[in-house]
């Protein structure tokens, strides 16, 4: 079976945002792809097919705690 690396690329940065479903634990976005393991240009590329393409609530906090998280609803 073929590997789709973009799909398991998703997944892996998809793993790390699940774990940050609050305001309160936005990751920085270097962490995020030090976890992830990808540089940071391959991580904003993933980050838009997941908001624009899937359809993923991901939000950016301009206010500390600074970072990424998933949206779940609260606002």
């Known amino acids: 079976m073929k590997r789709n ?3 398991e ?3 892996r940065v998809l ?4 774990q940050h479903r609050k305001l309160e634990n936005a990751i920085d976005e ?3 792809s030090s976890q992830s393991f ?5 991580l904003r590329k993933i ?4 908001v624009v393409k899937d359809k993923i609530s991901i939000a950016l906090n301009p206010n500390p705690p600074y970072g ?3 949206k ?3 606002g």
């Open 5 to 7: 690396l973009r799909q």
């Open 9 to 11: 690329a998703k997944d």
């Open 15 to 18: 793993s790390v945002l699940y």
């Open 30 to 32: 270097r962490e995020l």
């Open 38 to 42: 990808m540089g940071c240009s391959e």
């Open 47 to 50: 980050i838009f097919e997941l």
């Open 68 to 70: 990424l998280y998933i």
């Open 72 to 74: 779940d609803g609260q």
